[in-house]
């Protein structure tokens, strides 16, 4: 796949098993190219060092705490140590806001089928500003009038100048504005996306603007929520930590895929159940991949890698 003008073609990381007494605690290790700042070779260096530590008694959520300048190891250390501590909850329903790309037909029976929310609404999430604004706009007018209880989650990305933006705005009617549920990033810069929101009456969503220098939760007039990527992110205490901020700012919290393998979103999914229990998370990204990885992701007709066929690193 091309993520931000890359081509990825396959997607690397680690897994982390630990013992302790008779509980197992698996953890996902894996940058993401383009996204995470620190490579697959610096998370591994840390993640050993991380584990030689935890091996020799030391606590694994301060270790992981720690790591804040390599979210991807923290993120999975701490995973692995709340399996431990049997602090995530087991088996969820896995229900995430399907990515909707290409094909519209494809899209509507698929969107047809799509399970409600507690309130009957259906979320899907649709990525705008790869093509012209005006063919996005055009597309989300045409889903909305399709399905009436259709809430739609747009990403853009970053990618449209203003004229761009309110271009895809005026091809979606007024009324139907309300059914987008936010859209993430819409412009350039953050203050280009608030004047977004103002001008249109549409929502809009933080996620790359989260994880910037500086950043802090505060409640802005047409912002909504707050995109959380915990492998972009950090520990499960850097997590929980934004998650609060966010509700208290009235904001939503949306946990969301780095592309993790089956086994990472299943965490996440569980994750979201325990700490963001009435949003549907942004999980779906498992068909990008050709496996899963240990653990089953529910329906997927995906092959099994199971953990004999990993390849060892290190053992304690
Ligand atoms: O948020 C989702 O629903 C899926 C995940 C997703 O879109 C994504 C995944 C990896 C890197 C960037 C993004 C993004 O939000 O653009
Ligand atoms: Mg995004």
């Known amino acids: 796949m091309v993520l931000r003008n890359q081509r990825l073609k396959s997607r690397d990381g680690l897994l982390v098993q630990l013992w302790q007494d008779d509980q197992i605690g698996w953890g996902e290790v894996a940058p993401l190219p383009g996204f995470s700042q620190e490579s697959l070779e610096q998370a591994q260096q840390a993640t050993l060092h991380a584990l030689a530590q935890w091996s ?26 709340a399996e431990l501590r049997r602090q995530l909850p087991a088996e969820v329903s896995l229900h995430s806001a399907p990515l909707c790309h290409g094909d519209p037909d494809e899209l509507y029976s698929r969107l047809g089928a799509l399970p409600g929310d507690g309130n009957g609404n259906k979320v899907a999430k649709v990525k705008v500003g790869l093509y012209e604004a005006v063919g996005d706009g055009l597309n989300v007018t045409m889903l909305l009038e399709a399905l009436p209880d259709l809430h739609l989650r747009l990403d853009a990305n970053r ?46 969503a933080w996620d ?109």
Not at 183 to 199: K, V, W, Y
Request: contains cysteine.
């Open 159 to 204: 990618s449209w100048a203003p004229a761009k933006a309110a271009a895809f705005a005026r091809y979606v009617a007024p009324e139907l504005r309300s059914r987008i549920a936010f859209i993430e990033e819409p412009c350039t810069t953050r203050e280009q996306s608030l004047e977004f929101a103002r001008d249109t009456g549409i929502a809009i």
């Open 56 to 81: 020799q008694g030391a606590s694994l959520s301060a270790v992981a705490s720690a790591f804040s300048a390599l979210p991807s190891v923290a993120f999975g250390l701490s995973m692995a140590d």
């Open 208 to 316: 790359e603007s989260v994880r910037e220098k500086g950043f802090e939760v505060h409640a802005e007039p047409g912002l909504v929520a707050i995109i959380i990527k915990p492998t972009l992110i950090g520990s499960l205490t850097r997590c929980r930590e934004l998650i609060a901020q966010s509700h208290r700012a009235g904001l939503v919290a949306v946990i969301s895929s780095s592309i993790e393998s089956s086994l990472g979103l299943n965490q996440l999914a569980r994750m979201a159940a325990w700490l963001t229990p009435d949003v549907v998370p942004g999980l779906d990204t498992l068909d990008l991949m050709q496996a899963q990885l240990v653990r089953r992701w529910p329906d997927s007709p995906l092959p099994l890698i199971a953990e004999d066929q990993l390849e060892p690193i290190w053992h304690a």
